[in-house]
C-alpha cells in the first residue's frame, strides 16, 4: 500500500500501522528527552534533574500500566514480570546488549553529523553531549543505588561500575589512599576496534575531560578531577586513557 494515499491509520494495513506504532515510541522518547533539556535550559541541571526524576516517575507508572494491559503481560514490582522471571544469564547478557545498543546509537549520531557536517562539528557536538548527559547518568545511578548526598570516592567508585560503559568496556581502579583513586579504562571497545583497523587512536581527551569531570562533580560536588592521559595522549598498553579523582 501506498501510505502517501491514505488519509488516517485506520485506511493502512497491518506492516503499516505497527511501523507507525514503532515511530510513535520514537517520539515519545525525543518529546521526553526535549523537555528534559528545555528545562535544563531554562532553570538550570540542578532543577532539571529534580522535576526529570519526578516526571519519569509518574510517566513510567502510567505507560508501563496502559501498555501491560494492552499487550497482556504483568508487572511485578514496577518492572515487567518477564524480567523477573528470566534466567540470571540471560538477564546480564541484555543488560550488555541494551549497553552496545547505548554505544551504537551514540556512534550513529557522531557519524551522520561527522559525514554531513565534518569531524569539527561531530566533536564539538559530542563534547556538548556528553556534558547533558554525564551529569543525567550520574544522578540516575545515584538515584538507583540510593547514594548519599557526598559519598565520596567510595560513592564514584561504585557509580562508575553501574555506567553503560562497564558493562561494554574493561575498567579497573587504583585506590591510592583516602582521598586519591585512579580510574582506568583499559579495554575500550571503540578505540580497540579503530586498533583492529590500523587506524590512530580516537581523540577523545576533549570529551572525556566533560565527560569524567561532570560524572563525579553530580556524585558529589567535592570531587576534582584530572587527566593522566587520554587520547591524542600517547598511553601505555594497559590503558587508553586514565583519570586520578580527589577529594
Not at 113 to 139: I, L, T, Y
Amino acid at each position: 500500500m501506498d501510505i502517501r494515499s491514505v488519509d488516517q491509520p485506520e485506511e493502512m494495513d497491518q506492516s503499516d500501522i505497527a511501523a507507525l506504532v514503532v515511530d510513535q515510541f520514537h517520539r515519545i522518547i525525543i518529546h521526553h528527552a526535549l523537555w528534559f533539556t528545555e528545562v535544563w535550559h531554562q532553570m538550570g541541571m540542578e532543577q532539571a534533574l529534580k522535576t526529570l526524576s519526578e516526571a519519569f516517575d509518574r510517566s513510567y507508572g502510567i505507560q508501563m500500566g496502559r501498555l501491560s494491559k494492552q499487550l497482556g503481560f504483568e508487572m511485578k514490582d514496577n518492572v515487567p514480570a518477564a524480567l523477573l522471571n528470566m534466567p540470571m544469564e540471560q538477564l546480564l547478557a541484555l543488560l550488555d546488549s541494551v549497553a552496545v545498543n547505548w554505544l551504537a546509537n551514540d556512534g550513529v549520531w557522531f557519524q551522520a553529523v561527522e559525514f554531513s557536517q565534518g569531524m569539527n562539528d561531530a566533536k564539538r557536538c559530542n563534547d556538548s553531549c556528553w556534558g547533558r548527559f554525564s551529569p543525567f547518568e550520574a544522578h540516575s545511578i545515584r538515584k538507583f543505588l540510593n547514594l548519599p548526598e557526598h559519598p565520596g570516592l567510595t560513592g564514584l567508585k561504585q557509580a562508575l561500575n553501574f555506567r553503560l560503559y562497564a558493562r561494554i568496556n574493561e575498567q579497573s581502579f587504583v585506590e591510592k589512599s583516602d582521598h586519591e583513586l585512579i580510574f582506568q579504562m583499559n579495554d575500550c571497545r571503540v578505540q580497540s576496534a579503530r586498533k583492529r583497523k590500523g587506524l590512530n587512536d580516537y581523540p577523545c581527551k576533549s570529551g572525556g575531560l566533560v565527560e569524567y569531570t561532570y560524572f563525579a562533580r553530580a556524585i558529589d560536588p567535592d570531587i576534582k578531577t584530572e587527566c593522566i592521559g587520554c587520547p591524542p595522549d600517547a598511553h601505555p598498553d594497559d590503558w587508553f586513557c586514565s583519570w586520578r579523582f580527589t577529594i
